[in-house]
C-alpha cells in the first residue's frame, strides 16, 4: 500500500474509538472514508445506521453490511466522520475533491461533532494550494464562471462530471483564501451557486491525522 493510502488508513482506524454504539453516524464520502468504513465493518462496533453523503458511500456501505437511514429519518446527528482536501490549524476546510461537497455539508450541519481523518499531506498552514470546488446548477455555469474571476478566481469545468445532485462542479484556482469565512459567504451569494468547499462554519473538532511519526489527534490552535 502507498504510504499516504496507509496514513489514510490508520487515521481512519483511529476515529473508530470516537464512534458510539447504537448510534446513528454520519459518513463522508472519498478514500480515506472508503477506509473507515472498511473498518468500521470489521470492528465489533454496530451502528444503528449510517447517514450517508453520496451514491459512493451508499455503495460501499452496502457492500459491507452497514445499513443506511437518510437525514429525514434521524433527529440530527452525534457524530460526523469525513476526509477533506485541506485542513488548517482551525480545522477549516476545502471539500469536494470528489464532488461530494454538497451533502458533505448538509450532513455535517445535522451533527453535534465533526471528526476530520486525513494524512499529513491535507494539513496547511494557508487553505488554497488546491482548486475550490463549487457546485453550480448547470444553467447559471457562465454567469458563475465571470462573477468568479471578478472574485480572482480562475474556474475550471470539471468536464465529464455531473454531481449526484445533478449539478456541475467548477474547480476554482488560485482564489485569495487569507479570509476563508468571507469568500465562503460570497461564493455562496452568487446565485446558481449550490455551495462550496470551503468549510468555515462546518469546521471540524477534531482532526485525527495520520503521520509517518503516528497519528496525532488535533484540535483548533486559535
Ligand atoms: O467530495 C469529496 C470529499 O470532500 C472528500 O472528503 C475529499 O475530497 C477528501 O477525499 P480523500 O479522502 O479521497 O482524499
Known amino acids: 500500500m502507498a504510504i499516504q493510502d496507509e496514513l489514510k488508513r490508520q487515521a481512519a482506524e483511529k476515529a473508530l474509538e470516537y464512534v458510539q454504539e447504537n448510534e446513528y453516524l454520519g459518513i463522508g464520502t472519498g ?60 480545522l477549516q476546510m476545502i471539500k469536494g475533491g470528489g464532488g461530494a461537497l ?42 458563475v464562471a465571470r462573477r468568479l474571476l471578478k472574485l480572482g478566481g480562475e474556474p475550471e469545468l470539471r468536464l465529464g462530471f455531473t454531481t449526484d445532485n445533478g449539478n456541475q462542479i467548477l474547480d476554482v484556482a488560485n482564489l485569495n483564501l487569507n479570509e476563508p469565512i468571507k469568500m465562503e459567504d460570497a461564493i455562496n451569494n452568487i446565485p446558481g451557486v449550490v455551495d462550496n468547499g470551503l468549510f468555515t462554519h462546518y469546521s471540524a473538532d477534531l482532526l485525527v491525522l495520520g503521520c509517518s511519526s503516528g497519528v496525532q489527534i488535533l484540535t483548533a490552535k486559535v
Open 102 to 143: 454538497v451533502n458533505e455539508k448538509i450532513v455535517a450541519s445535522a451533527a453535534e461533532k465533526f471528526i476530520c481523518i486525513a494524512d499529513e499531506s491535507k494539513y496547511t498552514s494557508r487553505l488554497g494550494h488546491v482548486p475550490l470546488p463549487v457546485e453550480v446548477m448547470p444553467n447559471a455555469r457562465s454567469l
Open 31 to 90: 478514500s480515506t472514508v472508503r477506509f473507515f468504513i472498511e473498518a468500521l465493518a470489521q470492528s465489533r462496533k454496530r451502528i444503528k445506521g449510517a447517514v450517508s453523503t453520496s451514491a459512493q458511500t451508499s455503495e460501499a456501505l452496502k457492500s459491507f453490511g452497514i445499513p443506511e437511514v437518510t437525514l429525514n429519518e434521524v433527529n440530527g446527528l452525534p457524530l460526523y466522520i469525513d476526509g477533506a482536501d485541506e485542513i488548517n490549524h482551525l
